[in-house]
């Protein structure tokens, strides 16, 4: 039996398109996640980070969860960090130790993303 993937007629530059036009319309940039990319190349981190999509859905899940707190581990250079703080607002915790100096680039990322 084939599967889909393998009998669809969707070439990878249509796929990249819908890709580009979804994340242009649910998960546009910003200049807070722009920085955190920009950080990261600058330095020297591997570009591994998660898709602008899968960030929103990151966000997106934690909202709809009713997220009060969220621990992160592997933060690499914070641009998931960047989004799930904004599921959590300015009222809520993000720090895995209450009210804690966040450390290293994700950190740095997740203030200048507009999170406590």
Do not use: C
């Amino acid at each position: 039996m084939a599967s889909f993937w393998q009998t669809s007629n969707m070439d990878n530059e249509l796929w990249s398109n819908v890709d580009d036009y979804l994340v242009a319309i649910l998960a546009p940039s910003d200049a807070s996640l722009d920085a955190a990319l920009a950080d990261s190349t600058a330095g020297g981190l591997p570009q591994i980070n998660v898709a602008p999509n899968q960030g929103k859905l990151l966000e997106l899940l934690a909202t709809i969860r009713g997220a009060r707190r969220i621990l992160e581990i592997g933060t690499l250079g914070g641009y998931s960090t960047i989004w799930l703080a904004r599921a959590l607002g300015a009222e809520e915790d993000w720090s895995p130790r209450t009210r804690a100096a966040p450390r290293g680039r994700g950190a740095n990322q997740h203030r200048s993303g507009g999170a406590r």
